[in-house]
């Protein structure tokens, strides 16, 4: 079974970086398309980025767009997420799911519809504050 664990997250100032990895363990991760969410309690969980399967395409949020970078790391069974130039807007708990969808694309599984995730993380809390 496909467990997944985050990692990166902490306390960091406005305009600093930090880098999320979402790591499996007991499977591969390539066959899996990836997403990482963040959630801030009372609002709704907010899809931040998904790459697919073996082609690696991606999607990233508006929110987020220029700032932040997904990528896959087979070597390490990891799926990074590079988050630069931090704002107070992006302080939540960032969680990454994975599903075995080979169908549908990276943009349409970041979506609040899209519910056929098999495997969620603990999730990594990231704090911006000055």
């Known amino acids: 079974q496909l467990q997944l664990v985050e990692s990166g997250g902490g306390l960091v100032q406005p305009g600093g970086s930090l880098r999320l990895s979402c790591t499996g363990s007991?499977?591969?991760?390539?066959?899996?398309?990836i997403g990482w969410f963040r959630q801030v309690p009372g609002k709704e969980r907010e899809a931040v980025s998904c790459?697919?399967?073996?082609?690696?395409?991606?999607y990233i949020a508006d929110s987020v767009k220029g700032r932040f970078t997904i990528s896959r790391d087979n070597f390490k069974n990891t799926v990074n997420l590079q988050m630069n130039n931090l704002k107070p807007e992006d302080t939540a708990v960032y969680y990454c799911?994975?599903?075995?969808?080979?169908?549908?694309?990276?943009?349409?599984?970041?979506?609040?519809?899209?519910?056929?995730?098999?495997?969620w993380g603990q999730g990594t809390q990231v704090t911006v504050s000055s």
């Open positions: 799911a994975a599903n075995s969808d080979r169908i549908v694309s990276a943009q349409a599984m970041c979506t609040p519809t899209y519910l056929q995730w098999d495997a």
């Open positions: 007991g499977r591969p991760l390539d066959p899996y398309a």
């Open positions: 790459v697919e399967t073996s082609n690696s395409r991606f």
